[in-house]
């Protein structure tokens, strides 16, 4: 009975825990970069596509992000003062935009690495 008891509890935790993450996030574009090189433009996926919130992932080995600047298709350029730094294989917090999101077409990255890493940028759609 115990075990029984436990299992539910722990599937009810797991349960709950992966339906608060649990969003519409959607690789949107991916860029390798050298440690060498200071800044990089990640071109989107979907070029005018609005999104309300994006985020990054690295893999092969950390990445500090000191700042983001993202491009809109109507011309517009949000700069967005936020460091952070990111593990290997985990992903920065996500950065949110105000109302109906924007079409992005491209995000200029200005970071810090010593190795080769892959940079993924995601994001959430805005609501049509």
Same mark, same amino acid.
């Given at each position: 009975?115990?075990?029984?008891?436990? +299992?539910?509890?722990?599937?009810?935790?797991?349960?709950?825990?992966?339906?608060?993450?649990?969003?519409?996030?959607?690789?949107?574009?991916?860029?390798?970069?050298?440690?060498?090189?200071?800044?990089?433009?990640?071109?989107?996926?979907?070029?005018?596509?609005?999104?309300?919130?994006?985020? +990054?992932?690295?893999?092969?080995?950390?990445?500090?992000?000191?700042?983001?600047?993202?491009?809109?298709?109507?011309?517009?350029?949000?700069?967005?003062?936020?460091?952070?730094?990111?593990?290997?294989?985990? +992903?920065?917090?996500?950065?949110? +935009?105000?109302?109906?999101?924007?079409?992005?077409?491209?995000?200029?990255?200005?970071?810090?690495?010593?190795?080769?890493?892959?940079?993924?940028?995601?994001?959430?759609?805005?609501?049509?």
């Amino acid at each position: 009975m115990k075990k029984i008891t436990m +299992f539910y509890l722990v599937w009810v935790i797991a349960f709950s825990i992966s339906s608060c993450y649990a969003q519409d996030w959607e690789l949107i574009g991916e860029k390798k970069v050298v440690g060498k090189k200071k800044v990089t433009d990640i071109k989107t996926n979907n070029p005018g596509t609005s999104y309300k919130k994006i985020r +990054f992932g690295v893999k092969n080995t950390a990445l500090t992000i000191r700042k983001i600047i993202a491009y809109s298709q109507d011309g517009q350029k949000y700069e967005i003062d936020s460091p952070s730094y990111i593990k290997k294989n985990e +992903f920065s917090p996500s950065i949110s +935009f105000s109302g109906k999101g924007i079409k992005l077409i491209r995000v200029r990255l200005i970071y810090r690495t010593k190795k080769h890493v892959i940079v993924q940028l995601y994001g959430i759609k805005s609501p049509a």
